[in-house]
């Protein structure tokens, strides 16, 4: 297995591309937007009632479903009082036309451990307390369906994540007459998560010099440089280049938008999530 | 926050000795792979990375080439025996396919691929033994071994990692640094233009000490930079002398 530069048949014409390079050089956007402006965000969660939680999160007309399953596991031998995290990621045959069937490729797998970094560092879900014995811990299993591809993946899928984690409910481990620990799923509790240290990232799209934002697919595809950016309280938790490159002023300014974008979104998640 | 078998900062000491802003020892060898095109071994401290390319070669399967520029393909693969626990299972694993990508996408803006349509430039990284800080001195090997190959770059690709350790921004992390640290950032910088390629980070990080890790990235890439510019030169005047004789 090696990383292949992709081939390029996600078409933009090229029409749309000189335009919309051209337009944010006047730091207009294709859509209207501002340079610092999220398309409209919301999300439900409960969506999925076989699941132990989820949520679903449009963020513009991109949509992906996150759904929740816990089980029960081992520790790892580096972390024995700490529950297991597992997040996974598929980008559906349904999400856009040039989307193939098969097992995760490089760009879901990068999608689901940059999700991954930003819950792990952020102290939002207390993994101490998924701990059950030193031999058993709840693994919560993380799914992320993304539905409809427009652009800006990672931060739809993280505020999914999030939403579902927060609306998991944990089915209580109990020890059966053999003194094997089960879990009684009629018998719940809530996931131990803190929404004042939810990680929220920000997708930054750079062209030439110019910095701007959750790009859409139409941008995404027009762009010279992409970094993600994870920030929980005041920290930041994960960092992502993931196109191009970044001068080192480039660098703080995508730092000092992705705190700026991280006060908004939280708003946003507040509003929705309890 | 999990112990460390040993305090990785006291008084200002690493636990092995260095300074906070001191890499590990760099060598580094080009040439070391007769049948590539270009190859190097990079090793920092006790990590040792092996790479080389192939190419611009043509393309298989035809169709995935791309009409007006070279595809790059980059793997990135740990040997088996070269970590500390068990092993490692030769599989590539998400790990290694997330870091291949990262690589590729690190290579790519050095490279002026545009000038080999329709063909392919192949990067094959290994990692003999492993130490922290994989990865960087993955794409310093990666690069050196592409300018070795004779590709035509903008500017090499320098590998150095910044961690936080007690709060104190440090400079590559060895394997006991990178597992029991605050936090990680691998950074891929081209020393003459000043543009950052790679950059990853976790662990909990304020502004001011990112700000400080890029500066210390830049230091360290700097440092390495004019070893790497040596261990090239190094090769080419071996060739000359031999054409000399």
């Known amino acids: 297995m090696a990383s292949v530069s992709p081939y390029a048949k996600r078409f933009v014409s090229e029409l749309t591309r000189q335009q919309i390079r051209r337009l944010i050089a006047s730091g207009v956007r294709i859509d209207g937007r501002a340079l610092d402006q999220y398309r409209d965000i919301t999300i439900r969660t409960g969506v999925v009632n076989t699941a132990d939680g989820s949520a679903e999160v449009s963020l513009g007309r991109t949509r992906v479903i996150s759904g929740v399953k816990i089980g029960l596991g081992q520790p790892f031998p580096d972390a024995p009082d700490e529950g297991v995290l597992i997040v996974n990621a598929e980008i559906l045959p349904h999400s856009s036309p040039y989307t193939e069937i098969g097992p995760p490729d490089e760009a879901a797998i990068e999608l689901a451990r940059v999700v991954d970094r930003g819950i792990r560092h952020s102290g939002f879900v207390d993994f101490k307390r998924l701990a059950i014995d030193p031999t058993k811990v709840y693994v919560v299993w993380v799914d992320l369906y993304v539905l409809n591809d427009d652009g800006n993946l990672v931060d739809a899928s993280n505020l999914a994540a999030i939403a579902a984690l927060r609306s998991t409910t944990l089915p209580v481990a109990v020890k059966d007459e053999s003194g094997v620990i089960k879990l009684d799923k009629n018998n719940r509790v809530a996931m131990p998560t803190d929404l004042s240290k939810v990680p929220l990232s920000t997708s930054i799209g750079k062209i030439d010099s110019a910095l701007f934002v959750d790009p859409n697919l139409e941008e995404e595809l027009s762009l010279s440089g992409k970094i993600v950016i994870t920030i929980s309280q005041s920290s930041i938790v994960s960092v992502q280049k993931t196109m191009g490159f970044f001068t080192e002023s480039e660098l703080m300014q995508a730092v000092d938008m992705a705190y700026s974008a991280k006060q908004k979104l939280q708003e946003a998640v507040l509003k929705s999530l309890v | ?245």
């Open chain 2, 1 to 245: 926050m999990k112990q460390p078998p040993v305090p990785l900062l006291v008084e200002g000491k690493r636990a092995d000795g260095r300074a906070p802003d001191q890499m590990r020892e760099v060598k580094i060898e080009v040439g070391v792979v007769s049948n590539a095109d270009g190859s190097a071994m990079v090793s920092y401290g006790n990590t040792v990375a092996v790479a080389a390319v192939y190419g611009p070669r043509e393309m298989h399967p035809r169709h995935l080439s791309l009409p007006d520029r070279a595809v790059m393909r980059v793997r990135y693969h740990m040997a088996p025996f070269s970590t500390k626990d068990e092993r490692k299972s030769p599989t590539p694993s998400r790990r290694e396919i997330e870091i291949s990508k990262v690589l590729r996408e690190a290579l790519e803006p050095a490279i002026f691929l545009e000038q080999f349509p329709r063909s392919r430039i192949d990067v094959f990284i290994e990692i003999v033994q492993a130490d922290g800080s994989t990865r960087v001195a993955s794409l310093t090997a990666a690069s050196l071994a592409l300018a070795d190959a004779g590709i035509p770059m903008r500017d090499l690709v320098i590998g150095v990692s910044v961690g936080l350790i007690n709060g104190v921004v440090v400079l590559d992390l060895n394997g006991l640094e990178d597992n029991y640290g605050e936090g990680d950032m691998p950074i891929g910088y081209m020393p003459n233009l000043g543009r950052f390629v790679l950059l990853q980070l976790d662990g909990a990080w304020t502004r001011e000490q990112f700000a400080e890790a890029l500066k210390l990235a830049i230091k360290g890439a700097e440092y390495v930079y004019g070893k790497a510019r040596e261990a090239l030169k190094a090769k080419y005047f071996e060739v000359a002398e031999e054409v000399a004789k």
